[in-house]
Every structure is written in C-alpha cells, then in structure tokens.
C-alpha cells in the first residue's frame, strides 16, 4: 500500500516515538492495528526495506508481523499483545521491527 506524502504525514503525528502520550495503546482493535500497520510502513520505508506486502494481525496473545518480501513467501514475526499497553505507536513499530531489519534485509 503506497500512501501520498500528506497521508503519511497525517499519520506520522500518531505514530512518532518522540511524543510518547500520543496514541498510548489502551487496547487493541482494529483502529490500533491499522494504526501499527502503517507505522510498521514508515519505519520499513526509513530503514530503506523494500516489501510486497505485510500485514498485522491478532492471534491469541500474540501479534503478528507479516511480511512478504521478493521470495513471495509470507513471513511471520511474533510478539507479546500485553507488551503493546501503555506503549505508543511508534515504539512498538520500532522495538519490534529494529531486532528484525538484518533479517528482513535478506528477505527484501
């Protein structure tokens, strides 16, 4: 999904690590996937990680990064939901995707 650059500035403000009381998780919803999904874009995009698509989703007590790199295989990367409470946006975007970036690089 390409957005324009006003969208992604749009979004920018809810997902910045710089202002860690905007947009604390307090639950999550489909608001709050859809708004780490495109945080998840923008710091793939600033670390210069190509991809065809990816994905957030909710299984269990666990979140799921999906990413589908130029293998067209879909690769899934976990974390913890009562982790993201109480955290920001942008902090769970960057705390999950910077241990992953060697990585993903390969698959990119």
């Keep these: 999904m390409k957005v324009s650059g006003n969208e992604e ?11 860690v009381h905007v947009l604390e998780i307090t639950k999550i919803d489909q608001q709050t996937l859809n708004f780490l999904h495109k945080a998840f874009e923008i710091v793939l ?4 990680i190509p991809f065809n698509k990816i ?16 293998d067209e295989k879909v690769h899934v990367f976990r974390w913890n939901k009562e982790s993201c409470i109480g955290a920001s946006i942008g902090a769970i975007a960057q705390s999950v995707l910077l241990p992953i970036i060697p990585h993903l690089r390969l698959l990119s």
Excluded: V
């Design 9 to 19: 500035n749009k979004y920018r403000k809810y997902i910045t690590t710089t202002e």
């Design 45 to 48: 995009n600033e670390n210069k």
């Design 55 to 70: 994905g957030i989703a909710e299984e269990d007590a666990q979140l799921l990064f999906l990413y589908e790199g130029k």
